[in-house]
């Protein structure tokens, strides 16, 4: 079955720290995925995407990277500021279809 | 910037009410999707409508949800007969492709009680 799952609910990480955080999906029919950002009471704020075609795709102080072998995606978000601290979620999008299968989302705390 | 809006911000229903959820997605996206969240767990697709009609729909979207685009602008999410378990945050997103990057709007927090 479809799935997209995250390895760690929370991570503390001190201001100016680069950040990780870790996706695994297993639907081997995904194309496309998305990083977004979520801040208490909001809506997911689209970071950054990628193509299965790519391995990795840099944007503004973060990176995504895309491990088709194993399935997994990860987001590095570097120098971390307090406004990074929100609930980042992988989603993805299967081939041919629109919809997004979001994972379980990691806490990031960003620590003074 | 363009932004998906939803309205009202926050909805406290009756169990067994009706509900209308409100969205203006961006004016030149022709996907619309609705998506719920429960309180501290993930989002969940609901449905995506795409020409007047629901292109995909998920098992949560059962009989008593429906959708509609009344108008050029509005699309809206309805629940018949809530329940306890409808109480979530509903967001609508909306994108120009199929497949394409979607923008969520802030939300809709349903409260049945």
């Known amino acids: 079955g479809e799935s997209v799952g995250l390895h760690l609910p929370t991570l503390s990480v001190q201001e100016g720290d680069n950040s990780i955080i870790n996706c695994a999906y297993s639907?081997?029919?995904?194309?496309?995925f998305i990083w977004y950002k979520q801040e208490s009471g909001k809506g997911p704020q689209f970071i950054i995407d990628?193509?299965?075609?790519?391995d990795k795709r840099q944007g503004q102080r973060v990176t995504v990277l895309l491990n088709k072998t194993v399935k997994h995606l990860s987001l590095q978000i570097a120098a971390t500021q307090p406004g990074d601290s929100a609930v980042y979620f992988c989603?993805?999008?299967?081939?041919?279809?629109?919809?997004?299968?979001f994972g379980g989302g990691t806490r990031v705390l960003v620590k003074p | 910037e363009p932004e998906v809006t939803q309205t009202p911000s926050h909805q406290v229903t009756q169990m067994g009410q009706e509900v209308i959820l409100r969205c203006v997605p961006i004016?030149?996206?022709?996907?619309f999707y609705w998506y719920r969240q429960i309180l501290g767990q993930k989002v969940e697709f609901l449905v995506s409508?795409?020409?007047?009609?629901?292109?995909?729909k998920s098992e949560i979207f059962d009989d008593q949800f429906s959708v509609e685009r009344p108008d050029g602008s509005n699309f809206t999410l309805k629940i018949r007969s809530t329940k306890l378990e409808d109480s979530a945050m509903y967001f609508c997103?909306?994108?120009?492709?199929?497949?394409?990057?979607?923008?969520f709007g802030q939300g809709t927090r349903l409260t049945v009680v």
């Open positions: 639907n081997s029919a995904s194309d496309y």
């Open positions: 989603a993805e999008i299967k081939a041919a279809g629109n919809k997004l299968t």
């Open positions: 409508f795409y020409n007047n009609e629901i292109s995909e």
């Open positions: 997103a909306s994108s120009e492709l199929e497949g394409g990057e979607a923008f």
């Open positions: 004016s030149n996206h022709l996907y």
């Open positions: 990628i193509r299965s075609n790519m």
